[in-house]
């Protein structure tokens, strides 16, 4: 089910963005490998609407109870791999803007959670607002308007609105808040 849901990736965003699979880099805290699924980078469309010009990650599993009570620690820990990837460095062979090994600017989780529904699960709100300090939000792929890019605070872009009301550049929460 999670190869499905990789291509529902790619089938979404790979017009919009370049896409690195199954990237391979070093989590700088406990100096281990890790591979996240994808590694992205806008293409220069999306940079001239007010995207970010920076790589981000996507991290992608399948959780079949997602809106469902008891799914808490698997979205947890969901959560928990994407944000280590924001402490990771990344190296590849080539990159569009010539930036070979980099941290991601964010994280993105998705986990086929396209239904509205989902959106409303306190629980789920509960755990963004924790991950919102990570770096990590979710993907949201839509049938009729390609994706959107969400945080806690809300919505950092959509392939059909464009920019959000939350800013991603530069900030990174640690120590006191």
Not at 23 to 41: K, S
Not at 131 to 151: E, H, M, N, Q
């Amino acid at each position: 089910m999670e190869s499905h849901l990789k291509d529902r990736v790619i089938k979404h965003l790979q017009d919009d963005f370049f896409l690195e699979e199954e990237a391979v880099g070093i989590n700088l805290i406990e100096n281990r490998h890790v591979r996240i699924d994808f590694l992205a980078y806008p293409k220069p469309k999306l940079v001239e609407r007010g995207f970010l010009s920076a790589w981000f990650g996507i991290e992608v599993k399948h959780i079949a109870t997602f809106g469902r009570p008891g799914s808490r620690g698997k979205k947890s820990k969901l959560l928990w791999q994407a944000m280590t990837y924001s402490q990771s460095v990344f190296e590849l062979e080539s990159s569009p803007d010539n930036i070979l090994k980099f941290r991601p600017e964010f994280t993105l989780v998705y986990a086929g959670q396209d239904d509205p529904d989902t959106f409303d699960d306190p629980e789920w709100h509960c755990l963004l607002n924790l991950a919102w300090y990570g770096r990590t939000g979710w993907l949201r792929l839509l049938p009729k308007s390609g994706w959107a890019i969400l945080f806690a605070g809300g919505a950092y872009f959509s392939k059909k609105k464009g920019e959000g009301n939350v800013n991603v550049s530069g900030i990174r929460h640690t120590g006191t808040i």
